[in-house]
């Protein structure tokens, strides 16, 4: 009798359960229509990327960039529309970058470079120096400051082809760009050139910011194109005495106001629980940043919009995110949290979407096993939109520091494959941006939002 | 004590379960490696795209296809390379188009607009005739011979962009396409214009075959871009009353030899057990046919290549097979079926790609449920390089006809978001293809053809 009590109890469940899928698959299928058919991510990413621009913080259009959000979170619907004021660094690239290769017998290679971003500057007459080729950090430690002093070293870290998820290859060969200047002005090095972060050979250097480690000098940093890595690789190994001359005006000046933008939905049954999904708002000062991260803002507007477009009353407060200052300092992310504390906000999940505006293929999950075990119950749901990789995994710059109160945090993962051939390169542009993909990026987003509001994490 | 053995004998073949697919998992990623490192799938494309450009059945470029084909397999490593002649249509476009809208005040609106593959001509005069939009085949029979008669029909199916696989939208509206220009002759229409098959608006005609029905007049038929068919379709809802002017010089000549292009590696242990892998060498005029069907070509010539390259001896015989006359006839498909019925080949799998070189994100099946089940215990073996979705589906135009003789078949399915913005127009070129992209689907063609050449089907 137990039996078939518990039996029934359990067929109950099991119908209810199915049910409720049911129910989350019609509510998800209106919401990917309504993305697909009268979504607004795709001119609203124009008009950031061809009306205003490279947004660099603390720039002019960076401003422009606030306001422009600002009114396209309204117009999205957002019941509240705020701006979260917060300092950012005000690194500017000064005039535009120069540099050759001199062989011994006096000819001239140009080579196509930048300055790493937060670099300090050659002055204006430049830097000349031997060069000398490393290839992991072990390398520039056994040669020490012997070799190394009075050098540009010159770090050539290939991002390995071999890696299915190029942001693999990127988080390993990225260490060069991040921490290189340091490591090399720590054996006396007087510059330093980095092989640009790119998947695939080309001519344009990929900037992206450098850490100074305050207990060495600031050597002035720059970026150069793969192929003129290749050409400067094959050179330096034929035993070519090569000099390397570099110049640049950047300056790091003082810190200036700034803002991150807010658009909010509040919640009708639980408003005090907090849903964010953002993605930020600066972008490098060398292309449109289009897929970094133009598409993560004008995704993340997109999920207010089509709740509200679809009619979803939303049961806890679901606010869609600006983050400024990702690229050079992370202040915008810091302020959030920050406020997030002094507010005394529960913030029950985090979402950003900051990988490239491409076809979506997961989520990366960083949460408790708990929270995790309860979207895998829901995955499903998604396999009819493309997306099938729930892992755990890091989630993202500006949403990462909410880690801190405990929030449950997600990522959206994107099809990684094209995203290093523009990212942090002026070949970052609107054109490189499908309509369709941006959607469906949207659209997965907005089913997992839908999801953790209506069931809680 | 049968229990026992019965559980030592499960446990047995469970852990020889383990041990093959981990054997199997080091093959898959020395292939990856291999590819993903040394491909040179992307090189043989750029040739095709580059030095070689339009491959249209029968003409010279399509000839210069063959021979750089045959020669790329040689490279590869086949130990055979042969010609299958057939005898292929040769439709020539003519002349460029031309064609206008005329509103009644007398202003002309140029079009965009291209011949469809296989149409007739206007003659070199053109025809000009009031135009009439029906948005399906039950509008264009409803409103009948009575108004159709002496028009020209524009057949404005638009993709429909709430489907998630573009190929469900495109297999939907093509049938404007492949069958209206007859449909539209059977009441007296004397043209047809139908709207390009993209899924995003974009100012090219994308061309494509279309199919005369014998019982009806040959009537001229071309594609407008989408935004003429917005624009035309927003003009005649204003009830404006707009005359339509064609002219083009397309010609259907007498068939012309042409040639499937085959690499073979013999196998070791079942040489009379054929595997295909294949992709079609011919391709629109308009373009480079790099998406259609560059990609496919390349990538089946990477499979012979990197097995040979990594050491594989196939037990089976392996064929790479370059079809010609995919777009316009099928032709070099119903020779390769007529060539096995003639030798009395055994055909146990064919594997074609024609859907792009984007980002692989399946396979389809199309074979028995055993040889499904059987594909599908390989599964978690693809995980790791993106392929999640095995579903039933149809496999690829050129290897279809050998499901007559009982041949298990299956289709890479890319990524389909960005395949319809270049489909048959001018924009399919080199540079939409990404290098990391293609190779992914190659590896996981020849993961495929690894495990089926291994286990058999």
């Known amino acids: 009798m137990i039996q078939k009590i518990i039996q ?11 049910l409720a899928q049911k129910d989350d698959s019609v509510s998800i299928r ?10 607004k991510a795709y001119d609203n990413l124009r008009y950031l990327c061809k009306k205003i621009g490279p947004r660099l913080s603390g720039s002019l259009q960076a401003q422009k960039a606030v306001e422009a959000t600002a009114k396209m979170l309204k117009d999205a619907g957002a019941d509240t529309v705020y701006l979260q004021p917060c300092m950012v660094p005000h690194w500017t690239r000064g005039e535009k970058e120069s540099g ?26 430049g830097i000349i120096a031997p060069v000398i080729e490393v290839k992991s950090f072990a390398e520039l430690e056994q040669l020490g400051e012997a070799v190394i002093k009075g050098k540009i070293v010159f770090f050539n870290f290939i991002m390995n082809p071999a890696y299915i998820t190029t942001f693999s ?7 060069a760009r991040r ?29 992206g910011a450098t850490q100074y480690n305050d207990s060495f000098p600031k050597i002035p940093a720059v970026a150069i194109s793969t192929n003129n890595a290749e050409w400067l690789s094959t050179a330096l190994k034929r035993k070519m ?4 001359f570099i110049r640049n005006t950047s300056t790091m000046l003082p810190d200036v106001p700034s803002f991150n933008v807010v658009g909010e939905i509040k919640g009708n049954e639980f408003p005090g629980q907090i849903i964010t999904v953002g993605g930020h708002l600066d972008s490098w000062d060398l292309a449109e940043g289009a897929q970094d991260d133009g598409a993560g803002c004008v995704q ?6 089509v709740l509200k477009a679809t009619g979803v009353q939303p049961k806890r407060t679901i606010r869609a995110v600006m983050f400024m200052n990702e690229e050079n300092g992370g202040r915008g992310a810091q302020k959030y949290l920050d406020l997030a504390r002094l507010n005394n906000e529960k913030h029950i999940f985090g979402l950003e979407s900051d990988a490239g505006g491409f076809t979506p293929r997961g989520f990366s999950l960083d949460m408790k096993s708990d929270a995790i075990a309860k979207i895998l119950q829901w995955k ?12 755990p995994g890091g989630s993202g710059a500006d949403i990462g520091p909410l880690k801190a109160i405990g929030t449950a945090l997600a990522g959206l993962k994107p099809d990684s494959q094209r995203y290093f051939d523009v990212h942090h390169a002026a070949t970052d542009v609107f054109e490189t941006v499908s309509r369709r993909e941006l959607y469906l990026g949207a659209v997965n987003m907005a089913a997992l939002i839908y999801l953790v509001d209506k069931y809680g994490l």
């Open 30 to 39: 209106k919401i990917a229509d309504e993305v697909l058919i009268n979504g």
């Open 179 to 207: 921490a290189g200047p340091s490591k090399a002005a720590q054996y006396g090095a007087v510059g330093v050139m980095v092989r640009s972060l790119a998947s695939n050979p080309d001519d344009f250097p990929h900037t």
């Open 100 to 125: 050759f290769i001199k062989l011994a017998n006096g000819t001239k290679y140009n080579l196509d470079l930048c300055a790493l971003g937060n670099s300090e500057g050659t002055g204006k007459k």
């Open 380 to 391: 499903s749901l998604f396999y009819e939109y493309g997306v099938y990789d729930f892992s």
């Open 300 to 305: 993340s507007i997109e999920v207010l919009r």
């Open 241 to 244: 005495l090569l000099t390397a």
């Open 169 to 175: 290859a990127y988080g390993q060969s990225g260490l």
């Open 8 to 18: 029934v109890v359990f067929a109950g469940l099991f119908s209810l359960g199915a």
